[in-house]
T-cell receptor, first 115, second 115 residues
Framework: ETGVTQSPTHLIKTRGQQVTLRCSSQ?????VSWYQQALGQGPQFIFQ???????GRGNFPPRFSGLQFPNYSSELNVNALELDDSALYLC??????????????FGPGTRLTVL | AQKITQTQPGMFVQEKEAVTLDCTYD???????LFWYKQPSSGEMIFLIY??????QNATEGRYSLNFQKARKSANLVISASQLGDSAMYFC????????????FGTGTSLTVIP
């Protein structure tokens, strides 16, 4: 069974650029959530994808967008990068939305630095 | 109001001793789940333990136990027999409702185990 993987591990961009981060969900999982973790903070929910549709969004502007593919892998796109976008971006996958218990398995994260 | 509050930015514990990490939560939903994650310096979030709002008994997983006090809205993590490898950031998180799609995280507690 393969765990959640993310690519790239590290990324350096400049203000105004665009970036795409990738996530492969754990085998058998159909839901992917993305989180932003600024230095010294807890993860903040960006959005979730379930069966290729956005299924909930946190307090992030529209320049944060995503995709989920038929194989349940996912992309996070950020346009017009700002310095405050520098953070660790975590992807988490889970099996489905039904029931109270819905453990999310996290990937190792992508550390984005915006200069 | 903060959904999850962790009031201990840093904690120290002697190796082989027990330590309690505090977490309080805020929700009006009668159905919710509480989670604890460990985040080593590598960045990956590692699931430790889960407590459902309707669970009658406190959750336990090996050396980890969750002291769930529903009336006080607290869900403290107890680590027994601390090991050097327990040094990491610890995050408390909550998912609201049966189909809640996001986890709310606290700001974390940095635990250092002293030999």
């Amino acid at each position: 069974e393969t765990g959640v993987t993310q690519s790239p591990t590290h990324l350096i961009k400049t203000r105004g650029q665009q970036v795409t981060l990738r996530c492969s969900s754990q085998s058998g999982h159909n839901t992917v959530s993305w989180y932003q973790q600024a230095l010294g903070q807890g993860p903040q929910f960006i959005f979730q994808y379930y069966r290729e549709e956005e299924n909930g969004r946190g307090n992030f502007p529209p320049r944060f967008s995503g995709l989920q593919f038929p194989n349940y892998s996912s992309e996070l796109n950020v346009n017009a990068l700002e310095l405050d976008d520098s953070a660790l971006y975590l992807c988490a996958s889970s099996l489905d939305l039904a029931g109270q218990y819905n453990e999310q398995f996290f990937g190792p994260g992508t550390r984005l630095t915006v200069l | 109001a903060q959904k999850i509050t962790q009031t201990q930015p840093g904690m120290f514990v002697q190796e082989k001793e027990a330590v309690t990490l505090d977490c309080t939560y805020d929700t009006s939903d009668p159905s919710y789940g509480l989670f604890w994650y460990k985040q080593p310096s590598s960045g990956e979030m590692i699931f430790l333990i889960y407590q459902g709002s309707y669970d009658q008994q406190n959750a336990t997983e090996g050396r980890y136990s969750l002291n769930f006090q529903k009336a006080r809205k607290s869900a403290n993590l107890v680590i027994s027999a601390s090991q050097l490898g327990d040094s990491a950031m610890y995050f408390c998180a909550m998912r609201e409702g049966v189909t809640g799609n996001q986890f709310y995280f606290g700001t974390g507690t940095s635990l250092t185990v002293i030999p």
